[in-house]
């Protein structure tokens, strides 16, 4: 059975109305159902001449009835988290995160993914969804936005640190930013997302449900189960309870703590332990960094210093930013007279004092990196000092932190941290708690998000275990497409994606030939050959000179250097004499005579570049 549509319009009722004609479930249903093939919609105006117009939305069934999920970051690394959920002419984005540079990205600051595929599809964009505020999940919005502008959705604080973040980028235009709370469902396209209260180590965290025309899918963002945090309510189990009870057609649930067994212990536990340390360091200055995102942390630790008679002192340019935020927008609440500038610390004894600060990743020149080196203009540590390092590495963070820690304890500071006291839990669910997500929201299908394969792999198993079918779970890939129809889901080819460098304000300026140049520049240094010839007299006018840099100490190395200058005189007048006028000859020549001398002497490759001037 074939059924067409006719919808009649006259002019002025605009084509939006059709869309959300089209919109309706029943006409939706039928189109999935097979038996409708074609909407043709009409138009008349009121001069009654009769405009025929087919509506680009009919199209063939096949077509409309697959969901496409494609995660553009996050899958196979930790951090960068971005997914894209298409059905029809409507794409939704979750989240636009960004990532930090490899050891072997020298001297690039951030890495945020490749949106060709959005690029290029921006007027299907319905909209941008938000889960939290960490800058994996929303670091990479401001250069999302210098290329297309999305209405954007996410809870107060999320949009509070966000909006700190886009003062920072000249945008040229106001972006849409639309708060949401915990509970609310807005309606993008053909798409609704519902955002689910969940615990983190941010405050304002939400899962999604997303209804799509073929189901709901259920994205986790980052969450753990804290049945007593320290401030606001245990993630909302019952609401994934009926989710689940409604039927799930597809579960993305993070998987960071995926190889962890049991569960995550409560926020609670290290308020506890917090209290005991400041109970037990009475007589020191506490000076406590920690992630300056975990707003509740930061209010406990407030919260103790008030209760023990300690003045607070906040450092650390993030923190500073991320602690004003919150005050304003009311997630923090600090007694009058407690916060104090740095500059002030000298009027109070130590022992009445907290200093709260950024650097517990060990990041050079944050706050605690300048007091670990003498390098910060307010704050010298000594024996009076108690650091608490309040956080764990983030892996490939380690060294950086233990040098800090070493640092620390040459000044005769007394440090605690998580590998000695109970400073700091994790945000992200252990296996037990993602166990509970799975047996609750019961998906048809399962693909693992947010972590490096291992994770992944192990949230695999753990689906297994608890009897999902394995040909029901998905581990995808940056950039490949999973496409979930009425009959099945499958993999079903790839969009384009990868990472794009950011190295100052350049943004996908810095490609692979510029840094295999710095690294090896970084590595073996660099030898610059600058001469000036004649090229109608076929000789040498002045120099060649040579400048080093990183290669040897030049005071040291006379000889080598004059060796050096000697063989680039010999390459040049060996082209010149035998009548080669080509630049790049010259050079090439240079280069190959002085790289093979200089690796038989000193067994180094640094970098040549000769420069040659005529007259
Ligand atoms: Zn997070
Ligand atoms: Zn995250």
Sequence with gaps: MAVHIFIILYEGSAWGCAERLYDTYCIRLLLEQKYVFKIFCYIFNCETQKKERKYSMARTKGKLKKLRVIPLGGLGEIGKNLTVLEYSDNILIVDCGLGFPNDDMLGVDLVVNDITYLISNAEKIQGLVLTHGHEDHIGGIPYLLKKMNVPIYGTRLTLGILENKLAEHELGFQPELNCVCAGDTVKLGLFEVEFIHVNHSIADACALAIRTPLGVIVHTGDFKIDTTPVEGE??????????????????????????????????????????????????????????????????????????????????????????????????????????????????????????????????????????????????????????????????????????????????????????????????????????????????????????????????????????????????SEVGKILEIGTDGAKFNGTVPSGIVLVDGTGVGDVGNVVLRDRRHLSEDGIIIVVATIDTQASDIVSGPEIVSRGFVYAKESEPLIEQIRMISREALYHCLDKGVRDWAQLKYKMKEDLSKFIYSQTKRKPMILPIIMDI
């Design 234 to 475: 245990m993630t909302d189990l019952t609401r994934f309870g009926q989710l689940g009870k409604e039927g799930v057609l597809l579960l993305m649930c993070e998987s960071t703590n995926a190889e962890r067994p049991g569960y995550t212990p409560s926020e609670h536990k290290i308020a506890e332990s917090l209290v005991r340390i400041f109970d037990l360091y009475k007589d020191k200055r506490i000076v406590i960094a920690t992630f300056s995102s975990n707003v509740h942390r930061i209010q406990h630790i407030i919260s103790n210093s008030v209760k023990f008679g300690r003045k607070v002192a906040v450092t650390g340019r993030s923190m500073i930013n991320i602690v004003s935020a919150a005050v304003e927008l009311g997630y923090m609440n600090i007694p009058e007279g407690v916060l104090i500038d740095v500059s002030e610390i000298k009027k109070y004894p130590p022992e009445k004092l907290t200093v709260i600060s950024t650097g517990s990743q060990g990041e050079p020149m944050s706050a605690l990196y300048r007091m670990a080196f003498n390098m910060h203009d307010k704050i010298e540590l000594g024996t009076d000092d108690l650091v608490i390092i309040s956080a764990s590495a983030i892996p490939g963070n380690e060294k950086l932190v233990g040098n800090i820690i070493n640092e620390l304890y040459k000044k005769g500071v007394r440090v605690l941290n998580d590998s000695v006291a109970e400073v700091h839990v994790s945000g992200h669910a252990c296996q037990e708690e993602l166990k509970i997500i799975h047996a609750l929201t019961k998906p048809q299908y399962f693909m693992p998000i947010h972590g490096e394969a291992r994770h992944l792999y192990h949230h695999k198993e753990l689906a297994e275990y608890m009897g999902m079918e394995p040909n029901r779970i998905f581990i």
